[in-house]
């Protein structure tokens, strides 16, 4: 279930946006971070990706194999936009 939007995301301060992806990991919502992690990064082609990826997953109303595997490298190339700092502070928080 996404809770916040693109801008909200945006706006967030690291600590917050943190605490969004823990308390959303606690809550299996995984896909949902891969959005918001790709709303994070800015990058059109990764949003696009992601919310697909999303939107999928809720209308299936579970992550099939080749989903959770589309999803996997999704999260690949979003850790490679982000400097090695910010992929360290975001990967300990799924």
């Known amino acids: 279930m996404i809770t916040y939007n693109e801008n909200e995301i945006v706006q967030m301060t690291q600590e917050q946006f ?7 990991t606690d809550r299996n919502y995984l896909s949902e ?11 059109r082609d990764c949003i696009e990706r ?23 490298i999704l999260m690949k190339d979003l850790k490679g936009l982000f400097l090695p700092t910010y992929q360290e502070t975001i990967w300990r928080c799924l």
């Not at 971070?33 to 990058?43: E, Q, T």
């Not at 992601?50 to 589309?70: P, R, V, Y």
């Open 18 to 24: 943190q605490d969004t992806l823990v308390e959303n």
């Open 50 to 72: 992601a919310e697909d990826i999303l939107d999928q997953h809720l209308s299936l109303g579970h992550i099939s194999g080749e989903l959770s595997e589309k999803r996997n």
């Open 33 to 43: 971070n891969v959005v918001y992690i790709a709303y994070r990064s800015g990058n």
